[in-house]
């Protein structure tokens, strides 16, 4: 991603408000008995860069230990038993994907991770927040999402990596109704998937100064007996110089794209966005510094 896209895309986040009415007062939601902090308009501020600890991002129904990786528990909470509650022939292409895995992971091969997925992989996300504006950015593959007030219509018909997000606040969480998304992306790595009816239900709730409590609840009547959710946490990057470095991708010999490490000598082009956005600034002062 070049200065000007870079620069782009937290233009427009600047541009799109989310003018959704200021969350009850504290106390009249059972979410959270934290009162966190807020900005001018009562919001409570997200603002930060925030990360999962968990491996849901190999299997959310959870997985035994291996290659160097503890085991885990699924993420999955509703049903109690912790299983994505697949159709008949659903459960037949999760398993043909779940084969196929080392090649057909939608994310491996540097495609947007989607909805859910991309607030549980690896790497922290950031979000984007001043008073009637809210967006939420990734590190994988230049990914953001602008989340727009919920009196917005959903553009329907228009299938989108990352969704068509629309938010509102109940009490001091945040809400965030996502459709329009696509059916090109995966929910974890061993194939778990979905279908382009997925609709998606967020849930973002503050329970202390550097956790959050995502949940997730997803409906797709082609690929799911009945609507499950998801739970896990969400954690605080509390260095002083925490950045959301862009992630590069790179084609190999045998024609996939594959991520390169930031660091990586090949990954010419990386950059954080303050960066990009510092340097798009200068230039366009040094050229009216230019004119007669």
Known sequence: ?????????????????????????????AASPYSPPRLSDSTPDFRGIW??????????????????????????????????????????QRDFNFKNRAAADP?????????????????????????????????????????????????????????DSRGQWDGDTLVVDVTDLGDQTWLDEVGNFHSDQLHVVERYTLLGPDTMRYEARL???????????????????????????????????????HHLSPYDSRAVAHHDYDAELAAEAKAQAQAGAAKP
């Open 51 to 92: 990360q999962a600890r968990a491996t849901a991002y190999i299997n959310v129904e959870g997985h035994p230990a291996a290659k160097g990786i503890a085991a885990a528990r699924s993420i999955v909470v509703e049903p109690p038993d912790g299983k994505i509650p697949y159709l008949p022939d659903a459960l037949k």
């Open 1 to 29: 991603m070049n200065r000007r896209i870079a620069a782009s895309i937290l233009t427009a986040i600047a541009a799109v408000a989310l003018c959704v009415a200021p969350p009850r007062a504290a106390g009249q939601s």
């Open 219 to 257: 409906e797709d009547p082609r690929t799911y007996a009945k609507p499950w959710t998801i739970r896990l946490l969400l954690y605080r990057d509390k260095q002083p110089a925490a950045r959301i470095t862009e992630d590069e991708c790179l084609e190999g010999a045998d024609g996939r794209w």
């Open 107 to 163: 994310a491996a091969n540097c495609f947007q991770a989607g909805v859910p997925r991309a607030s549980y992989l690896p790497t922290p996300f950031q979000f984007v927040q001043s008073i009637g504006n809210l967006a939420i950015v990734y590190t994988d593959n230049h990914a953001y999402r602008i989340v727009e007030p919920s009196s917005v219509p959903h553009d329907d018909g228009i299938d989108f990596f990352m969704g």
